[in-house]
T-cell receptor, first 113, second 109 residues
Framework: QVQLQESGPGLVKPSGTLSLTCAVSGASISSDYWWSWVRQPPGQGLEWIAETHHSGTTNYNPSLKSRVTISVDKFKNQFSLNVNSVTAADTAVYYCAINGDFRGQGTLVTVSS | QSALTQPPSASGSPGQSVTISCTGTSSDLAGHNSVSWYQQHPGKAPKLMIFEVSKRPSGVPDRFSGSKSGNTASLTVSGLQAEDEADYYC?????????FGTGTKVTVL
């Protein structure tokens, strides 16, 4: 059974960088899956952020592409998301997923000074 | 890229059926068969209910079914049960990225 565990800083200051990690268990990050990030601002809907494949292919939400980077760490069997120049609008629960299937609980990130 | 359009709410009595629509454009729904549906209970992570328009992951009851015609996808929940009360979101490929729907709150009367 594949399990995903998101981890992050909880609180990030405006204009800073938000860094999240999704630890994968029960599957290899090098397998033929798409690994993705989705977020949900408090009380709002879901927003797709980005996806990556171990082959190096990455895809981004056009509205976030200039500020977001997704990457894979094969040694730690995890993948990560960096969002720079954050504002209060980036406050959300961030979820990671495997082939569009959410297997974690999500992690809340608040952007505030 | 705008969100896919869903009705804000839908409802039905136990045992009845409810259908949720998801409307997009030629850039997303009409041009791709990578359409998924998610169920989300308050405070919980979204749960994948349908993928590739009409396929159900293991463990999802066959009361949940999906379809697509042109630029509109639909999720039908038959034999409504109390535990089906939740928010539902559609999601479609838009080529190089994905887009979610606006979400529909399903109430079991």
């Amino acid at each position: 059974q594949v399990q995903l565990q998101e981890s992050g800083p909880g609180l990030v200051k405006p204009s800073g960088t938000l860094s999240l990690t999704c630890a994968v268990s029960g599957a290899s990050i090098s397998s033929d899956y798409w690994w993705s990030w989705v977020r949900q601002p408090p009380g709002q809907g879901l927003e797709w952020i980005a996806e990556t494949h171990h082959s190096g292919t990455t895809n981004y939400n056009p509205s976030l592409k200039s500020r977001v980077t997704i990457s894979v760490d094969k040694f730690k069997n995890q993948f990560s998301l960096n969002v720079n120049s954050v504002t209060a609008a980036d406050t959300a629960v961030y979820y990671c997923a495997i082939n569009g299937d959410f297997r974690g609980q999500g992690t809340l990130v608040t952007v505030s000074s | 890229q705008s969100a896919l359009t869903q009705p804000p709410s839908a409802s039905g009595s136990p045992g009845q059926s409810v259908t949720i629509s998801c409307t997009g454009t030629s850039s997303d729904l009409a041009g791709h068969n990578s359409v998924s549906w998610y169920q989300q209970h308050p405070g919980k992570a979204p749960k994948l209910m349908i993928f590739e328009v009409s396929k159900r992951p293991s463990g999802v009851p066959d009361r949940f079914s999906g379809s697509k015609s042109g630029n509109t996808a639909s999720l039908t929940v038959s034999g409504l049960q109390a535990e089906d009360e939740a928010d539902y979101y559609c999601c479609s490929s838009a080529g190089s990225h994905y887009v979610f729907g606006t979400g529909t709150k399903v109430t079991v009367l």
